[in-house]
């Protein structure tokens, strides 16, 4: 573990309180938004600190715009009156999954764009089909060679209805993203439902763009000719929240969650409270409580908002590690999210994969190993699994913690968690 680790003593009750920090999911779209603003300068207010938060701003200042970042106040000003960059090397496209959302602002803002391929976390297949199928319905010529997309405009855009194959959050960003500035109607069907859309709408709308419907599957978009500077507050990250809530149900305890809505996460609220957690709405905040062992729930199967969210598949796999029976995770978004249950088998689980399905068979406790992430979410589990082993358990993979979760160590040591990182 030489790229350091979290060093964790598990079997600790949670108590206390903690704020959730602003979405991963949303601050990036937001920010790459921002390359759009030809007037002005952007303020996203609750910016989580996150290594893909950094890649982002590194992205955007050699494309020539300003990034200033301050991360006591969690606040990105953004000034892109000077951009003059298209081209964005393979390299820098690898390091996240969100780099293909600068194909759109590109597009929108210079009428071309060369950049590498996506990275993000290795969790099978995640093609970008229906980003470069959509583009090329709404007038942009594509090319691809040697591990560069290339895109011009050639003449004018062409706003029309497009239909997605599946409701993709990234092709649903990137077309709102294309189309914000343009000369006519688009509308997106099977359009992504998730919060995070709705946010990147209200954003846009605040620049002076005209999007409707964001949180249904249809959304309308009126193109405007000009986007100008804008304050803007991130939602909170439904994810972060839902694997805290996650940590109480496997280790017991009772912990106010801060800064949170409770709508965002209606599906693995139904479950932790089907596994016999307590969730009760205070406020801007919710508690959360748990005595006794987690039930066993048949089946939990992912799906696309508002359905179970495949990222918090990984943290509810490690709580049904120490459940009262048997639980069946079904995968239907990714087919490679099952690498962390062969990390949790150090610990103890008992879990058997086959294809898309895991099964869980609950055992009383888990004993402390040393365990390894391989991407953001299947690092959560390792937390969780850690925070609930007897004996102390070793984390290793850091580097993909710190992509989504700005400060996991002190909000876990404030709610009494004996967890430190070891370099």
Do not use: W
């Not at 991360?71 to 999954?97: H, K, V």
């Not at 709102?176 to 359009?191: C, P, Q, W, Y």
């Not at 058997?352 to 009383?364: F, P, S």
Request: net charge negative; proline share 4%; with cysteine.
């Amino acid at each position: 573990m030489t790229d350091g680790y979290l060093s964790i003593n598990g079997r600790r009750r949670l108590f206390g309180e903690t704020s959730v920090q602003g979405s991963k999911n949303s601050a990036l779209p937001c920010l790459t938004a921002c390359c759009m603003c030809e007037k002005g300068c952007c303020n996203l207010c609750r910016c989580p600190y996150l290594s893909d938060v950094e890649n982002t701003l590194e992205i955007m200042e050699t494309l020539g715009c300003r990034c200033n970042y301050d991360s006591e106040r969690e606040l990105a000003n953004i000034s892109a009156e000077s951009i003059f960059g298209s081209t964005i090397e393979p390299e820098m496209m690898n390091r996240m999954r969100s780099s293909i959302l600068f194909l759109g602002v590109l597009l929108s803002r210079i009428g071309e764009a060369d950049v590498g391929y996506p990275g993000g976390c290795e969790l099978g297949a995640r093609p970008i089909d229906l980003h470069l199928k959509a583009f090329r319905k709404l007038g942009v010529q594509i090319e691809e060679s040697q591990g560069v997309i290339h895109c011009r405009i050639k003449s004018k855009l062409k706003p029309c209805s497009v239909s997605l194959l599946c409701p993709s959050v990234g092709a649903t960003e990137n077309i709102m993203l294309l189309m914000a500035k343009s000369d006519g109607e688009t509308v997106i069907r099977n359009a992504a439902r998730e919060p995070e859309i709705v946010d990147l709408q209200d954003f846009l709308n605040l620049m002076g763009a005209d999007i409707k419907g964001a949180g249904s599957d249809v959304i309308v978009i009126n193109g405007v000719k000009k986007l100008h500077g804008a304050d803007f507050e991130i939602m909170p990250d439904r994810i972060v929240a839902v694997t805290y809530m996650a940590a109480v149900a496997g280790c017991g305890g009772e912990i106010l969650l801060k800064g949170i809505n409770l709508e965002h996460s209606s599906m693995c609220n139904s479950i932790l409270k089907d596994i016999g957690a307590d969730i009760r709405k205070t406020g801007d905040g919710a508690i959360i409580s748990m005595s006794g062992r987690p039930r066993a729930v048949n089946t939990i199967k992912t799906l696309y908002y508002p359905g179970f969210p495949t990222d918090a598949q990984p943290p509810f796999m490690a709580v049904m590690t120490v459940a009262d029976g048997t639980t069946v995770f079904l995968e239907s978004i990714f087919e490679n999210r099952f690498r962390h249950a062969s990390e949790l088998a150090k610990l103890g689980a008992d879990i058997d994969v086959n294809m898309c399905q895991a099964t869980v068979r609950g055992r009383e406790f888990l004993s402390g190993a040393d365990v390894r992430s391989y991407d953001l979410r299947g690092a959560a589990a390792m937390v969780i699994g850690g925070l609930m082993a007897e004996g102390t358990t070793r984390v290793g993979g850091l580097p993909h913690i710190e992509r989504g979760y700005q400060d996991i160590v002190s909000d876990l040591e404030s709610l009494g968690a004996d967890i430190r990182i070891v370099y």
